[in-house]
């Protein structure tokens, strides 16, 4: 590894820099999608289905069309022309049964907020005054919102190719060998563990606008997007049928994802589709409202849970069959993350001999459901986590010291759990150290002995553990694209770097932030490894005319992936800087070092070639050596031979009000190990806002369809999103232990508190509820349901 | 049904309260605007379709809070405004507690007291202690000026005694009697900050003795509810925990047709509504003795 001898020349990596976006967005001058007003623009309403489940059998929209300002009105046969979206991730190795959007749906509709009809008027107002003229005659049918009631015998079919409303039945593991390590285990706890639906709700909603030249036959379309190049490549190869050549796709500044903002979604190809139609540039930006009940969701699934363990708390075997909602339609990447994102996830940061997973992916009367921040990692961790407390808690053991007995050990890296990861490898670890300086930080041994003293005047405390591991950094195509993983495209990602004639840098990636901070981590491996100022970089993303391709921001990819293209990139730059360097002090390429932003006969660095001087020689290409080409740039591609696994200890303490029910947080630690840290205020940014999020699930947030399909928590009133004040100061540190996957050392930060806080807090509730024998109960852990739970358990 | 942009409406902002009114009477599909906090969301959502809104911010004076024995709040004074208010501070400090935590930064500082009691929410704070502290609201319109008790005046689910065309331009708290305390103690929805359940209490002791009690409960009931008969047990008390908790026993009889959402069964807003009983009692007697 030459990661540390790297390290020793940098001198930006590592520091927290200030983040070179924060002025524009500060002040207001980032341009977001609803900035965006094109000469000639017309605005667009989309008619929603208020029926979670109904027949179309026709739509007048003869009324709308007459209203003034109204330019067109469209049905979904109006588009018949245009297939329906691509599903670009399926679940691996198994049959899928795929139904996707249209671009406005013909004859059925199988979730309240599908979309059946749009307008195109004047002004957006225009728009929603026609919306309310469009007549259409709904045939309502029987409706299932329930995971389980959807798979039961007699619950109403939603799509004819899915019988039983299943959309795949995939399962890993050993089942055989499981079940038998079952019979044998001392004790077997059984759960049933219900991760509810969650509602992203970034702070910007969705949008797209675009324009359409028909003398070229190109669009442009700006979206609200993680991945621009991926909207590209599915609406042209697969909606369009267009060479890619002929779609321009563009991502402004970004206001927040969650992984929302992965997905083609129908508006965007119906915004395309209605700038050829209409002849003039149109734009449609989603209310809150929209918002809730037509972009994605999150997590919801049922699992069963069955886990062995020995007397002493070794688990010796793991089984679930877990049901995921996956909604009345699918979603671009829906199969892919209740499968390949969760059930390689299973063994957790333990050593679990036997595991074995069943995953029915189910269609109900709901919004679609796919990876919302941690992306199936989150269910895992919850499973596991949960898991190894119902263990400890059977055996009347100290859930620490399960934890400890079960590890893997850190010379047991890399580590193949229990073969579930396809061929892939967890790749560094050292699960302890993290756990210990946790403990160190909340002083265990005296919370214990505070809880007892608690315990004995009736109050109720406890503390919960998570020590999770995650994957991260994905992915090597030559797994994830394979059969096996299902997904159906490849991963890697590009670089493309300029050095200009005065030594300032360019340079385009193809991941798209939305919030994270790509532009300053970037410019600073940059302006570390070049040894410039890091006001000399300027990062261009966002649009698929700058980088050659990428795959976007998402599952925690950006810096252990693109960041190690960017890296790779300098070496090559640096290299072709030595030899132009040599050249301008006469010396021999091998007596040559490039160091500090310098050329220089090594032992000699007093006389140098400055960056700049060898970007301008390189530019201006008087004199270069021998067969060189002019220019200091590089295009380079990375792609990884591993995913990476970033692991540590979240702890939870909290007290409960036992006449109310009400969870008071009192503290939360946080000791996360992401590998090598580029920038930490930016970690620890990303790393605070995950938990508050994971710990909303654990409290606060839940999407609910009442059993006519309505969305009951439809708007920022009844859905409790985190606010800042319901946390006390985080208390986060970290280890680091880099990984030997990628150069950088970096394994990926942008989910690890999502992933890791939830059953942190859920565990540290029914720690404090323990004494009342109380073993699980299911999130959100509102008053209602903890008083309920103490009054039962009282009675 | 899934719009957020308002329907067309005309918009007059006149300078004077007569101006108003007579804006209001000309047109009867008109709605006057304060300080927005749930008439805009209403507009947006399409619920509310007003032919105009008769904005009230130009009309000097009606934000002027006053305490002159008893306390004057000028309709459109915002929650912040009432929060931070000295003479509300000292005399009525329960009532500036309640300001404080209303809603959110933005709906203290946009959101008036005129025009949140005007809306009745069956959440909203500020008519529960309202009723509690025995306050009257003053209303102008066509027909000239009227004033009607907090009990009169708030009628059921976003529903009042105001006419069609008629403003309320203050509200009146009379003074705390010597030994009396109150207090207002919230359990408030995680994504709304309304409240769920929540109770004022109002108690006046003279030697040691309760000689008057009233607890009222929101969140729960359209309007909110005097507990009277737990008012009744605290009448002669001490305030003891085991008076407290035998007057706390009695609050659900006055919760018939509690409340249920997807947030808090009715059951369990009427658990609540007891156990805030309790700790806004044993508040409000704490700061009676003080």
């Not at chain 1, 990596?13 to 017309?42: F, H, Q």
């Not at chain 1, 410039?532 to 990428?550: H, K, M, R, S």
């Not at chain 1, 009442?706 to 009951?712: A, F, K, T, W, Y």
């Not at chain 1, 509820?769 to 852990?781: E, K, S, W, Y």
């Amino acid at each position: 590894m030459t990661v540390t001898e790297e390290r020793q020349t940098t001198t930006l990596v590592g520091e927290s820099v200030k983040r070179v976006e924060d002025a524009r967005l500060i002040t207001g001058e980032a341009k977001y999608l609803d900035d965006l007003n094109l000469p000639g623009m017309a605005h667009v309403a989309i008619l929603r289905s208020p029926y979670a489940h109904a027949r179309i059998n026709g739509i007048d929209t003869s009324k709308a069309a007459e209203h003034p300002g109204v330019i067109a009105v469209y049905t979904g046969k109006d588009f018949e022309d245009l297939p329906a979206l691509p599903c670009a991730w399926q679940a691996g190795g198994v049959e899928n049964f795929v139904n996707t959007p249209r671009v406005l749906e013909i004859d059925r509709v199988t979730f309240t907020g599908a979309a059946v009809a749009v307008v195109v008027a004047e002004t957006k107002y225009a728009a929603e005054d026609a919306l309310g003229l469009i007549e259409v005659d709904y045939e309502p049918l029987d409706v299932v919102v329930d995971v389980e009631a959807a798979v039961a015998e007699g619950a109403p079919q939603i799509h004819e190719n899915a019988p039983g409303n299943i959309v795949m039945d995939w399962s890993i593991g050993d089942a055989g060998a499981t079940d038998k390590a079952l019979g044998e285990a001392d004790v077997v706890v059984k759960e049933r563990l219900v991760n509810q639906r969650l509602i992203p709700t970034p702070m910007e909603g969705r949008g797209a606008a675009a324009t359409y030249e028909p003398s070229t036959g190109e669009y442009t379309v700006w979206m609200t997007s993680q991945d621009p190049h991926i909207m590209r490549l599915l609406m042209t190869a697969f909606v369009f049928g267009i060479p890619e050549t002929k779609m321009r796709c563009i991502a402004l500044h970004v206001g927040g994802g969650f992984g929302t903002k992965i997905f083609l979604y129908h508006e965007y190809v119906l915004i395309a589709a209605l700038a050829q139609k209409v002849g003039r540039p149109v734009k449609w930006m989603e209310t809150r409202r929209e918002n809730y009940v037509a972009t994605t969701h999150g997590r919801d699934h049922v699992a069963y849970l069955e886990v062995g363990a020995k007397r002493d708390g070794t688990i010796t075997a793991l089984k679930t069959k877990t049901y995921a909602n996956l909604g009345g339609i699918l979603s671009t990447i829906a199969p892919g993350i209740p499968t390949t994102l969760y059930g390689r996830m299973l063994s957790g940061a333990y050593r679990i001999p036997n595991i074995s997973c069943q995953v029915l992916g189910v269609y109900t009367n709901t919004g679609m459901v796919d990876a919302y921040r941690g992306a199936g990692r989150p269910e895992a961790t919850y499973l596991v986590e949960r898991a190894v407390d119902l263990v400890a808690a059977e055996l009347g053991l100290d859930p620490v010291d399960v934890r400890r007995r079960n590890f893997i050990p850190p010379d047991a890296f890399p580590y193949d759990p229990a073969g579930i990861l396809n061929g892939l490898e967890y790749d560094t670890g050292d699960y302890e150290k993290a756990l210990d300086r946790a403990l160190e930080i909340v002083d265990y041994e005296g919370f214990r002995r505070e809880q007892e003293a608690a315990r004995k005047q009736g109050r109720y405390r406890g503390i919960g553990f998570s020590t999770y591991v995650e994957i991260c950094g994905a992915a090597p195509s030559a797994w994830i694209g394979t059969v096996g993983e299902g997904w159906g495209a490849s991963m890697w990602e590009s670089a493309m770097i300029r050095v200009h004639l005065t030594g300032k840098a360019v340079v385009t990636i193809g991941t798209q932030p939305q919030g994270q901070g790509h532009a300053t981590t970037v410019s600073q491996i940059v302006a570390s490894e070049l040894g410039i100022p890091i006001e000399d970089v300027t990062v261009e993303l966002g649009d698929t005319l700058n980088a050659p391709f990428g795959y976007g921001t998402y599952a925690s990819r950006s810096a252990a992936v693109g960041g190690v293209a960017v890296y790779n990139s300098l070496q090559k730059i640096k290299a072709k800087a030595r030899r132009i360097g040599a050249h301008m002090l006469e010396a021999d390429v091998e007596d040559v070092e490039f160091a500090d932003g310098k050329a220089f006969v090594k032992g000699a660095p007093d006389t140098a070639k400055t960056i700049q001087e060898i970007a301008g020689a390189a530019a201006l290409a008087y004199d270069l050596p021998e067969g060189e080409e002019p220019f200091l740039d590089d295009t380079t591609y990375y792609d990884p031979p591993n995913c990476t696994f970033p692991f540590g200890t979240h702890i939870a303490v909290v007290e409960i009000d036992a006449e109310t029910g009400e969870v008071s947080l009192e503290r939360y630690i946080a000791v996360d190990d992401v590998g090598k840290v580029i920038n930490p205020m930016i970690v620890d940014g990303q790393v605070h806002g995950g938990i508050a999020q994971g710990i909303a699930q654990a409290l606060w947030e839940s999407g609910v369809y009442d059993e006519d399909g309505q969305l009951r928590t439809s708007s920022l009133m009844n859905y409790a999103v985190p606010k800042a004040e319901f946390f006390p100061p985080f208390e986060v540190e970290r280890t680091e232990t880099p990984t030997d996957v990628n150069p950088l050392g970096v394994k990926g930060a942008g989910e690890t508190g999502t992933i890791a806080s939830t059953p942190a807090v859920v565990n540290a509730v029914v720690d404090a509820l323990m004494p009342l024998g109380i073993r699980h109960l299911d999130m959100p852990l509102t008053p209602e349901r903890v008083w309920q739970a103490i009054e039962q358990a009282k009675a | 049904m899934y719009t957020m942009r308002p329907a067309e409406f005309d918009y007059h902002a006149p300078t004077s309260l007569e101006e108003a009114l007579t804006l209001l009477a000309e047109d009867e599909g008109s709605r006057p605007l304060a300080g927005g906090q749930s008439l805009i969301p209403l507009l947006k959502l399409r619920l509310a379709l007003p032919s105009a809104l008769v904005d009230l911010r130009r009309i000097p004076g009606l934000d002027e809070i006053s305490a002159n024995g008893g306390l004057t709040l000028g309709a459109r004074a915002t929650h912040r405004s009432v929060a931070e208010s000295d003479a509300v501070r000292s005399g009525w400090p329960a009532l500036a507690e309640l300001a404080a935590q209303l809603g959110d930064p933005q709906v203290r500082n946009c959101g008036t007291i005129g025009g949140s009691i005007s809306h009745a929410d069956p959440a909203a704070d500020y008519p529960t202690m309202l009723k509690a502290l025995g306050a009257t609201v003053t209303a102008k319109g066509p027909d000239g000026e009227r004033t009607l008790a907090a009990d009169d005046f708030f009628q059921g689910v976003f529903a009042t005694a105001l006419e069609t065309g008629e403003l309320v331009t203050s509200v009146t708290v009379p003074a705390l009697a010597a030994g009396t305390g109150a207090a207002y103690v919230k359990h408030r929805h995680p994504a709304s900050f309304y409240a769920v359940a929540a109770v004022a209490a109002v108690v006046s002791v003279e030697d040691g003795a309760c000689t008057d009690a009233r607890v009222t409960v929101g969140g729960v009931t359209a309007p909110p509810a005097h507990a009277e008969a737990a008012a009744e047990a605290l009448r002669g008390s001490s305030g003891s925990e085991e008076e407290i908790a035998a007057a706390v026993a009695q609050v659900p009889e006055a919760l018939t047709g509690a409340r249920g959402d997807t947030y808090a069964s009715g059951e369990y807003r009427t658990h609540l509504a007891k156990v805030l009983a309790g700790r806004a009692i044993a508040a409000a007697f704490e700061r009676a003795a003080a």
